[in-house]
């Protein structure tokens, strides 16, 4: 398996707290994703990361902010957290999209009260 | 608008039947297509992985198909047992994005 690793595993807060979660990897691939699931939207893109630095926006970015200061570590804030946001959130990587595989973590669920 | 279809929806098969999975796109330049499998409350685990200049992948009883002129792929479980109950899951990344879109699946139930 790939190592990805997201932290934390389960998380409920209230709504407009800040929330943060961590993608770790160790396999030192450039690209890094994450997406939220959701029941009758499948998966969906929040940002995406191609290098130290570089981030670009996905579908559903509102409201999300991300940062990636170290190749193995891509974070996703929620600045103030809504109802909306309850989800399962995963981070996926990739050497890159154009022709390698993706390979998933394990997922974060936030429920948001 | 780039969108990844997977029909139907949902699939219940009996135990040892062979059955095919469809998914399809709506642009035919494509740099390549994933298949996925996503147990119930787990993370997605990679199956096969199609890059656009090739028609077909093949992992144990799994084969996938690409055609890319009618914006099509198949994924074939030969032989289906209870343990391939699972969400399967289509992603595509489209040429000139470094984006994954996915389908939002067939949920498969092998019946014992």
């Known amino acids: 398996d790939a190592g990805i690793t997201q932290s934390p595993r389960h998380k409920v807060t209230e709504t407009g707290t800040p929330v943060t979660l961590r993608c770790h990897q160790t396999e030192n691939h450039r690209y890094m994703y994450w997406y939220r699931q959701d029941p009758g939207h499948g998966l969906r893109l929040i940002h995406y990361?191609?290098?130290?630095?570089?981030?670009d926006k996905g579908e559903v970015s509102d409201g999300y902010s991300v940062s990636r200061s170290k190749t193995e570590d891509f974070l996703l804030t929620l600045e103030s957290a809504t109802s909306s946001q309850t989800s399962v959130y995963f981070c996926?990587?990739?050497?890159?999209?154009?022709?390698?595989?993706?390979?998933f973590g394990p997922g974060t669920r936030l429920t948001v009260l | 608008k780039q969108e990844v279809t997977q029909i139907p929806a949902a699939l219940s098969v009996p135990e040892g039947e062979n059955l095919v999975l469809n998914c399809s796109f709506t642009d035919s330049a494509i740099y390549n297509l994933q298949w996925f499998r996503q147990d119930p409350g787990k993370g997605l685990t990679s199956l096969l992985l199609?890059?656009?200049?090739?028609r077909e992948q093949t992992s144990g009883r799994l084969n996938a198909s690409l055609d890319k002129s009618s914006g099509r792929s198949t994924l074939y479980i030969a032989a289906s047992q209870p343990g391939d109950s699972a969400t399967y899951l289509c992603?595509?990344?489209?040429?000139?994005?470094?984006?994954?879109?996915f389908g939002t699946g067939t949920r498969l139930k092998v019946l014992a």
């Open positions: 199609i890059q656009s200049s090739q």
């Open positions: 990361s191609y290098g130290v630095k570089d981030t």
């Open positions: 996926a990587i990739s050497e890159g999209p154009d022709r390698y595989e993706q390979f």
């Open positions: 992603a595509v990344v489209f040429s000139g994005t470094y984006k994954y879109i």
